[in-house]
């Protein structure tokens, strides 16, 4: 008989809620608390939790609390469990400076619903997600390759960043264009006292662009506190960009404006998009050398170079203990990604599926 797995969830609003029950559904028994304790009895009777509180046997715990009680409950998880620690928080670099132990591994599931709290529990919330992980040097390759693999269970993308890479870059992706969306949503409020009708003209492109701004508040006061800086850096571009936008559009130079609208609408088009075909993905099988940090950095690697990976495993070589990264990548890709690995000094082979 099988040994079920464990897993205790510290956080339950809409990212915990999901985990619990996509972990529950793959038969983990599953453990949780919040500091709402409503919230933790609404679990327990709806079966989203087996057991209240911290469970010590947990081979993982994930916390999802608000970024600014990240370290504390990530360092409570570590004393009172033995197995991986990982969090949700769209912040990554201040609980990377404050946690150094090798079971930590920083994460952030960029995912998410209109609905909040348990309500919005939801197992295939991460289906087809970018879910980033965010190690440092302390942090341990069995870890980070344990917590991919669960990930990756759960039917999301893995990305790993360096954690004030992720900051960086999640300020452009997703904290700026809330500020924005909540800006622009504010201005279209203060107009519509003066012309009634003109939320009523609100087409799907403005409902579309300023959904993100019916988030909870009190998450995003918490978020714009811990990742202030880059915050501020995106919204200085961005105020830039408006800037010169509108200076095209003062003197009709429609010569600008044309190139900023096509150099916009090119970029769009070049976002990248989910992989299916087996035809156009090749197989890259990495032994992993003996050095911390080592099967993080394949990760932290392909994120650089802008190498997706849909999938991937770990495996044990039949020299010993040394383990194997299996990564899929598109096949147009393999080149790049397999250059920059041997310049790293991994020694990766590369077989497309097709052949």
């Known amino acids: 008989m099988v040994t079920p797995r464990r897993v205790t969830v510290l956080g339950l609003g809409l990212i915990g809620g999901s985990i619990c029950v996509a972990l529950r559904d793959r038969g983990w028994i599953v453990s949780g608390d919040d500091h709402n304790q409503d919230r933790v009895a609404e679990a327990l009777q709806r079966g989203i939790i087996a057991h209240q509180g911290i469970d010590a046997e947990s081979e993982l715990t994930f916390v999802a609390v608000p970024v600014t009680a990240l370290t504390e409950q990530v360092q409570r998880a570590l004393q009172e469990t033995q197995g991986i620690v990982t969090d949700v928080g769209s912040v990554k670099a201040g609980v990377a400076r404050e946690i150094s132990n090798a079971r930590f591994v920083g994460g952030h599931p960029m995912a998410g619903s209109e609905l909040e709290g348990l309500d919005g529990a939801d197992p295939e919330l991460f289906v087809g997600a970018v879910w980033v992980l965010t190690p440092t040097a302390s942090t341990s390759d069995s870890a980070f390759a344990s917590i991919a693999a669960i990930v990756s269970d759960l039917g999301a993308e893995v990305v790993g960043l360096e954690p004030e890479r992720h900051d960086e870059l999640v300020a452009v992706v997703s904290h700026v264009p809330h500020l924005t969306a909540a800006t622009l949503m504010g201005v279209a409020s203060s107009r519509a006292t003066e012309h009634a009708a003109l939320l009523r003209l609100a087409a799907g ?142 020694r990766p082979a590369v077989q497309r599926l097709a052949e």
């Open 205 to 346: 492109g403005f409902r579309d662009m300023t959904r993100i701004a019916s988030g909870h508040p009190t998450i995003w006061l918490d978020i714009c506190a811990e990742n202030r800086t880059a915050i501020i850096n995106t919204l200085s571009s961005l105020i830039d960009g408006l800037s010169g936008m509108r200076d095209a559009v003062a003197t009709g130079d429609r010569t600008e404006l044309s190139r900023r609208l096509t150099l916009a609408r090119d970029a769009r088009a070049n976002l990248p998009s989910r992989m299916k075909a087996l035809e156009e993905l090749s197989e890259v099988r990495i032994p992993i050398p003996d050095r911390p940090g080592a099967a993080a950095e394949v990760f932290t690697l392909a994120a650089e170079l802008g190498v997706n990976i849909p999938n991937f495993e770990v495996v044990h070589s039949v020299e010993g203990d040394r383990g194997i990264a299996v990564v899929l990548v598109e096949t147009s890709q393999a080149e790049l990604f397999r250059g920059g690995l041997m310049a790293r000094g991994f």
